[in-house]
């Protein structure tokens, strides 16, 4: 079965620095793995994923993940931080197959402080 | 493109009565789902489509029902509904084992 942890569910940096929300996953199956913005009010936008191929991969608004098989790590990073990246992250895993169902993590709210 | 579109936004319903959320998709999509977000659960998956006139269970199953009558639309329905239900619903869909695209969400509130 699959499954996702995100480590810290509030995050908060400082304009210009560097951002970096953790998950850890769990799979029987190679995974797909994504990473979802939402933004207060709105819905799931797609930030990046990682389905087969090079292992650093690069996202919408400067943001990039590393899927570590070794690791069970696909954590996502931002060199600089910019006020309008506030918003909650959620990193989802999918077996695939027949379904395509996703699995959550519980999320992290990301702050931005001037 | 309109993408994945949701009815209502917004609802407030008292303990016992019933709706349906519509959800609809221009995309020309296989796969939808529909997920309840609560506030420190992520989002969960409440039933789910690979196709016209097919349907099954998610995680959280219990207390709703869904049909896919026609491939663009995917309706969730609350036959009695509980406290429980309070939530934040969002609809999905997919072309196949790739990525989902989400719906704006409908903000139910159960009193």
């Known amino acids: 079965a699959q499954s996702v942890t995100q480590l810290g569910s509030h995050v908060s940096v400082s304009e210009g620095a560097l951002v970096l929300l953790r998950c850890n996953y769990s799979s029987s199956v190679p995974p797909y793995l994504f990473w979802y913005v939402q933004y207060p009010n709105q819905g799931l936008q797609l930030l990046l994923k990682?389905?087969?191929?090079?292992?650093l991969v690069k996202g919408i608004n400067g943001f990039e993940a590393e899927f570590k098989k070794s690791e069970t790590s696909f954590h996502l990073t931002k060199p600089s931080a910019h006020m309008s990246d506030a918003a909650e992250y959620f990193c989802?895993?999918?077996?695939?197959?027949?379904?395509?169902?996703?699995?959550f993590g519980t999320g992290t709210l990301l702050a931005v402080q001037p | 493109n309109a993408g994945v579109t949701q009815t209502p936004k917004f609802r407030v319903l008292k303990t016992g009565q019933s709706m349906t959320l519509l959800c609809a998709q221009d995309m020309n999509h296989e796969y939808m789902y529909w997920y309840r977000q609560d506030p420190g659960m992520g989002l969960r998956l409440i039933h789910y489509?690979?196709?016209?006139?097919?349907?099954a269970k998610g995680e959280v199953p219990d207390g709703y029902n869904v049909s896919r009558l026609k491939k663009q639309n995917f309706l969730l329905g609350l036959e009695s509904a509980a406290p429980s239900q309070t939530s934040v619903y969002f609809c999905a869909s997919s072309y196949s084992v790739d990525t989902q695209y989400f719906g704006p969400g409908t903000r139910l509130t159960v009193l």
């Open positions: 990682y389905t087969t191929g090079a292992t």
């Open positions: 489509s690979v196709g016209e006139g097919t349907t």
């Open positions: 989802a895993v999918s077996a695939g197959g027949a379904t395509n169902k996703l699995i």
